[in-house]
């Protein structure tokens, strides 16, 4: 099973549709969860931190299941300006170093 | 946002050339990254310095060489590249309390 995994896409869905995501880790012991935002030659940026009971920031909610060890983002209501590439990241034990990304979910959302 | 910044956004370098990456961060934070990221593929990463100490050297080959004066620089030097080593170089960085990362735009480098 790869550390971090997620469906790359893309996801073709229409302007104010919803969307969700889930990306699954491997190692159970995993500290901290994320999502982070990348535009086309563009750098990452963070989107949304994870909590355990789940957190919303406007259209975009984000939930962990550590049982299934997965994460999921949700969009509703979803815009054309979010037409990106979301990525998975998952922080390693023990606060060490290790922070790793999955290889990230193409979005397009359609006029 | 000029939290994390990095120069050059762009270069062009030959196979014998001997050039730098830069980044600095204004953050207060005390782990810095080096990422690699190919066309159309997953971030890669390379370097990890945490309080100016290299933790993590992700098998990158020793033309690339890092460096980290301070907690709030970090230097990326280049020799004797190859084509494939064209990609965006991103530098991020890290509070020593959270994990979240953030990154510099990236210096858009090719090799000829």
């Known amino acids: 099973r790869k550390e971090v995994e997620q469906d790359p896409g893309p996801f073709n869905v229409p302007e104010g549709a919803t969307v969700a995501f889930n990306c699954t880790y491997s190692?159970?012991?995993?500290?901290?969860f994320f999502w982070y935002r990348q535009d086309c030659r563009k750098e990452p940026k963070l989107l949304m931190s994870?909590?355990?009971s789940g957190n919303e920031d406007g259209r975009f909610t984000a939930q962990l299941n550590r049982a299934s060890q997965y994460i999921s983002l949700l969009i509703r209501d979803s815009k054309l300006s979010d037409s990106a590439t979301y990525l998975c990241v998952v922080t390693g034990t023990d606060r060490d170093d290790k922070i790793i990304f999955g290889k990230g979910t193409r979005l397009h959302i359609l006029p | 946002e000029t939290g994390v910044t990095q120069t050059p956004r762009h270069l062009v370098m030959g196979m014998t050339n001997k050039k730098s990456l830069k980044c600095e961060q204004h953050?207060?934070?005390?782990?810095m990254y080096w990422y690699k990221q190919s066309a159309k593929k997953p971030l890669e990463l390379m370097f990890v310095y945490n309080f100016k100490e290299q933790t993590e050297n992700n098998s990158v080959p020793s033309r690339f060489s890092p460096e980290c004066p301070n907690s709030s620089h970090l230097f990326l030097h280049l020799h004797t590249l190859q084509p494939e080593d064209s990609a965006l170089y991103l530098c991020?960085?890290?509070?020593?309390?959270?994990?979240?990362?953030?990154f510099g735009p990236g210096t858009r480098l090719t090799v000829t």
């Open positions: 953050l207060g934070h005390n782990a």
């Open positions: 994870v909590y355990s």
């Open positions: 190692n159970s012991a995993s500290q901290s």
């Open positions: 991020a960085s890290r509070a020593g309390d959270r994990n979240e990362q953030y």
